[in-house]
């Protein structure tokens, strides 16, 4: 049961001949008004063509409308508004369309027969029924063929996880929404053998949904992507049904609070964030409502057939602002949110996209919160590297020398193939190691700096709530790699300590016991460093790909986009091995060999160009970053003004001030959190 009108798992969208829309809503929202003025249940759109009217090859007596809208109203509320529904019934644009006798216990009240009304042909038919105890209901009613009765009651149990109340054969119904006075409930009824369904092609139920992958399967009919979070398909009887993905928790809502908005990103959204995180401590205090959208092409949401190239055009934070404000446009509406105040949140990809959601959309959200965002779209990202050398020093100031040591210790050992045997062996590889080209090498380098860069990226946070949500996906603090929840008790601290360990051999062993450890932490049995097989997987355009959870779509962004290709070419850093040239080579071989230095440069100037980069020029933005964080150096780290401050958290890591509070925190990490929700509860009331 929903908590609120505003928060229902079912609407019904209804489509209108051209120009004909504003007059059937305006009907709906007259006729409602009787009921319950702030529900948000029915929708009327406009068609682009009208629908063509033709005659159905049956006899008119074997046909029923399979959708229809009774409003049951308690006499204790007035007689006479009773009366006047029937009478506004009768009035244009509504017509007549059928009467039924009424039977046995309705017989001694005002309504001896249900007549039933219409806004038009191929939409559901409407009744007024008095009721003198017990809720008002407003009951939606799909009529089911004799055969598809039983399926299709099976059908809505699954898409509405939950079992429906069965009153008498042949008839059953959901409770969507209850309160002292109103329930609204979605019915199944049978019809009676021989009886076929007339389909009403104007009506469409749309229901809300957090996973569409487990439920296309169960089925009946195929389901469709019709745009980035939403589906179509068809009941047993040929019922319009629309899926839309998104993620909601209204435990905390109070009227009138704001709307908090987490911004998907590179990876799946995960819905163990509807239940964790400091956004939620912000909306406990706030009253605020709490919603999460996808990001197009991660995740579920598959707009496109495939992931090829060319439908990849469509992958962009240009796009993705679209799809966020055309959400909060329709969700507002929908909701009657339309006054609230919006903040939008995100962590990483997501906190740019909040930032930048704010900057070009100031009429859509109110406020952002942008956590360890990069900012500034740069080809080059060498500064990455430098801050994992003082990252590792915070430890200890012979870790980073240690790793350099092993690092050129291995390069020196690659430049005789007589010892790829011995390599392969000591760093677990899956395959005997082959370097036939600068690809090659610098793939099986920048795989093993990998261990250190992703430690000091996420170290010691505190993500293992995450993996009550969706396996195999985080919430886009990251770079589109996945960490994984399982590896977050290894640390800085972890990897310098084996760096450290004189006990494992030369520096060049210790490197490669980190390898080993992380093998272990991840259940893996070796080390896939083949750039090949990196390539191949990675041009897979499939959904079902090896890449498709996220890999082959971040890459393909900063292609297109933003660049932060993190090489060596910088000398104050441990590695050696993977240049420029290297993340922009893959460019070319993944995705296009229209991709080269210069389109890449050029597409990250546009982005600077069209987002301003570090000259953000708006206002209630707050910009939180960890010192530990590689990605601070494309941030804002500093106070732009008193409207954009900076929160610089030493220290910390990246996305930390999101993760849920525990008592181990540093204090600089725990006042961050009181800023940012000071900042609010200010920027809330303005």
Known sequence: VVGSQDLLWMTMHLLANPGESFLLQQSLDLLLKWVSPDLHLFHMSERATPVKHCEKYRRKTLLYPSLSVILFLNEDFGEERIFQLQDFFQRPPWQYHHSESASGKILPYLLSSQDFYSLDTHMPVWAVRQVHYGNEIIRVTLYCSYDNY????RMYETILQNEANAQKNGFCYFTLYTDKSLSIQLSLKQLSPGVCVDLKESAVLQFRIQEIGQLVPLLPNPCAPISSTRWQTKDYDGNKIIFQRYFINDTMYKTGGPVFLMIGGEGPANPAWMQYGTWLAYAQKLGALCVMLEHRFYGKSHPTEDLSTTNLVYLSSKQALADLAHFRT????????TRSKWVAFGGSYPGSLATWFRLKYPHLVHAAIASSAPLHAVLNFPEYLEVVERSLATHSPECPLLVKNASDTLVDMLKDSKNYDKISKDFRLCETLQIQSDMDLAYFLEVLAGNFMDVVQY??????????GVQGGVLDCSTGMDPGVRGTNIT????CGLMSDMSLGTPYDRYASVVHLMLNTFAQKCLDASYDTYRREMSNSSWDGPASGGGRQWVYQTCAEFGFYQSTDSPNQPFTGFPLQYHLQQCSDVYSSSFSAASVADAVLQTNENYGGYDITSSRIVFPNGSIDPWHMLGITKDINDNLP???????AHC??????RPEDLQQLTYARDHVFLLLQKWLML
């Open 330 to 337: 329709v969700l507002a509406d929908k909701m009657g949110l």
């Open 646 to 652: 900076a929160i610089f958290i030493k220290g910390t």
């Open 656 to 661: 930390a001030n999101m993760y849920p509070a």
């Open 459 to 468: 170290n010691d946070d505190n993500r293992e709530f995450e993996v009550r």
């Open 492 to 495: 800085i601290k972890v990897l």
């Open 150 to 153: 039983e399926d299709t009651v």
